[in-house]
């Protein structure tokens, strides 16, 4: 609000080539920060790039272990069954798969939050700085005081829950034998029904870890594209608080001259009001 004030103040006082001529340099400042601001969305991308290819890479490491560990689940309950043991091996994994889910999936999720919070943690000093340049280009042109704001961030780390309600769609269906498969020796008939168990297994693993990749995909998109709506939506802020305050005050400088003095006097009154509100909190916090 100061700023703004003090702005509208520079606007209206110094002779219009002057002002132009400031306003000028003011436009090429912020160009350049339009294009660090493109550099700061291209790594964002970069980073979530990154965390993408962690996570298809700690999916794909959870295949063999999971497709084994539900191999030996159904090969015990097999083993143990007196009767239907294809069945009693199904329910088995059926019964094994909630808590593994749930465990992982956890496990995953700390691991992309920790990835998230690293990088995006990393951008905020950037981020800021970029943000403050501008605001910082304004008050050096318009030689206004600078005061570096403090105990401010325009950034905080942000966190997703990725944890989500996950349908159990899992269970296996059982496939019934037909009848070939009845009248076969003992021993042919166990291998066709590991075999069969095996390509359930192999799917059922499959399904879950591509249910987990997917929640979490979506949340990594949805965090990053958070963290980079708020980078443009500041940018955008300091601009419309700086150059947008000093093109309108100019347009209505040219339009209304004659109301200029009138203006500056009744701003410079404002201004003054806002420093003595600013002193007496500063003079507050100051105390012991």
Known sequence: MYLQIELKIRTLEPPLTELESRLSVFGKKIAEAEQQRIHAQDILRGDKKRVHDILEEHIRSLQAPFCEQLTEIAEKAMSESLHDSEHAAQQAVADAIPEWFEHEFAAVSEMVDKEIATRLKDQEPRIDELVESI??????????????????????????????????????????????????????????????????????????????????????????????????????????????????????????????????????????????????????????
Not at 193 to 221: A, G, H, P, S, Y
Not at 261 to 277: G, P, R, S, Y
């Open 135 to 288: 605001r910082k280009a304004a008050t050096e042109l318009f030689e206004i005081p600078y005061h570096t704001p403090v105990c401010e961030r325009v950034y905080e780390a942000i966190r997703e829950p990725y944890f989500v309600e996950y349908e159990q769609e899992y269970l296996l269906i059982p496939l019934s034998p037909d009848f070939i498969e009845r009248i076969m020796p003992e021993k042919m008939r166990k291998k066709r029904v590991k075999e069969r168990l095996q390509n359930q297994i192999e799917t059922l693993m499959l399904r879950n870890l591509e249910n987990i990749r997917w929640e979490t995909l979506q949340n990594i998109d949805s965090t990053f594209r958070k963290f980079t709506l708020r980078l443009d939506n500041d940018f955008s802020m300091i601009i419309k608080a700086t150059h947008g305050v000093i093109s309108s005050t100019l347009a209505q400088r040219k339009m209304h001259e004659e109301n200029v003095a009138d203006q500056v006097d009744q701003l410079k009154k404002t201004a003054f009001e806002i420093q003595n509100v600013i002193r007496l909190f500063e003079y507050r916090e100051s105390e012991p």
